[in-house]
């Protein structure tokens, strides 16, 4: 089915890849309270206090869900946007999945901590408990600095090429990519701390371009006239 035609319900069928896109990428958004909520689990005596696991695996929950939200943007996206450059688009896919894959191995690191405190492991687990915990604000950096700016590049780059979205919209992805970029690598290298207000900064250009994008796409679609140019050049 092209994506110009017209679904059973009525809906192009590019009007319904781009809702289901933008809805996917409000979805993704849902997982900003882990930050709180992973707190008390990455705390130095977490696995000796008495306290609850329910905040952290509410958190763990929350990440599984933009994880898989996030391969989702990629997988119902690239069928569009392969019309544009084929090579771009899958390279968006495998950097999506890359991106989840680190922010699944993060949750992974959390949940561990959880299981060492309600198995009381005691002092001896302690050590473990503190790596687990700095393992996770490392990768963190990886899912949530580098991989996202990487894949806002490439996708603000295929959206401006395409004009399927206002360029001005795509060009808040192809600036908001790099400042990223390098606010990971201020991180890393510890020019600045991680959880900075300069670290902070660095990802407004991607907040703002993946809010408004879904917004977007989940209100307005994507542009007809660039549908059908890319239909009549595929």
């Known amino acids: 089915m092209s994506g110009t035609s017209i679904t059973n319900a009525g809906m192009p069928a590019h009007r319904k890849r781009s809702l289901t896109a933008g809805l996917l990428y409000l979805l993704t958004f849902v997982s900003i309270p882990s930050l709180v909520l992973y707190k008390p689990a990455k705390t130095v005596n977490y696995i000796l206090g008495s306290g ?12 599984v869900t933009i994880a898989v939200a996030g391969i989702g943007t990629a997988v119902v996206l690239f069928p569009m946007l392969k019309k544009q450059n084929e090579s771009a688009a899958l390279a968006l896919v495998a950097t999506r999945i890359v991106e989840s ?7 992974a690191f959390i949940l561990t901590i959880v299981t060492m405190h309600q198995d009381s492991v005691g ?3 302690l050590q473990v408990s503190h790596t687990l915990a700095t393992l996770y604000e490392r990768i963190f950096l990886l899912s949530q600095s580098f991989m996202p700016g990487v894949c806002d590049l490439l996708l603000g780059f295929l959206l401006y090429k395409s004009q399927l979205v206002p360029r001005k919209l795509a060009m808040i992805g192809i600036a908001g990519g790099p400042l990223l970029l390098l606010g990971y690598l201020a991180a890393i290298t510890g020019a600045v701390g991680q959880h ?3 670290a902070g900064l660095s990802a407004v250009g991607v907040f703002v371009f993946e809010l408004s994008l879904g917004f977007w796409l989940t209100i307005k679609g994507f542009n007809p006239k660039a549908v059908a140019a890319l239909e009549q050049n595929s």
């Open 52 to 63: 609850g696991d329910t905040s952290a695996i509410i958190g763990a929950i929350l990440e």
């Open 196 to 198: 900075s207000a300069v």
């Open 101 to 107: 894959a680190c922010i699944l191995v993060g949750v």
């Open 123 to 125: 002092v001896a687990g």
